[in-house]
């Protein structure tokens, strides 16, 4: 817009408790893997448990979850265990959520004169978040989500609808399924999605 001046930018770290919504964060200058494994020494340090306790963390497949370094911190930390979100699926991961919160409440409609204040801005959120803490909870079951992926495939790839689209559309479409990352997850589940309405059929059910 007119008169925008970019000063400069800050990645946050940002650790939710699924039970609880209590938030551990930090603001860093970078996103590489020094910084994560100084934010997971930071969570390390910070989050109250009893010894023993094993801490499931859900990350999705950024190369810096990934690197050599940061492996090799989770096996010095063996009570933390790593877990990774399907390719283009990061939304089941609910730090997203918490992220999309930030952007939405306090950010969006902001304006900060320098890094320091924006910081300032995400940290003071996370105190007021900290302060009556309230976890994300899932309105949707699973069985509507995977009802929703099974429409999104017949409209996408509808087999042997000639009503829909022609041949040639459909020589389009699937390998737009099988090369595009954006729909990769629905292009595996394709099969099972057509197993299921084999049994269907079989059992007489629509």
Sequence with gaps: SHG????GATSLFGAPAVATGKVIGQCLRQHRHQELVAFMGHVDATLAREPGTAIHVVMD???THKHPRTKEWFVKH???IPHFTPTSASWLN???RLFGEITEKRI???????VEELESAIEDYLRLQNAKPM?????KDADLALRKVKKAC???APPGNEKRTSDSAHQRVRPLLATSPLFRPVARLQPVLRQLRLRRARRGVV
């Design 78 to 80: 063996p009570d933390f």
């Design 94 to 96: 609910q730090v997203e």
């Design 108 to 114: 969006r409609r902001g304006s900060f004169e320098s």
């Design 61 to 63: 497949n950024y190369g």
């Design 4 to 7: 925008y001046t970019r000063h």
């Design 154 to 156: 017949e409209r996408l």
């Design 135 to 139: 976890p994300f909870v899932w309105t």
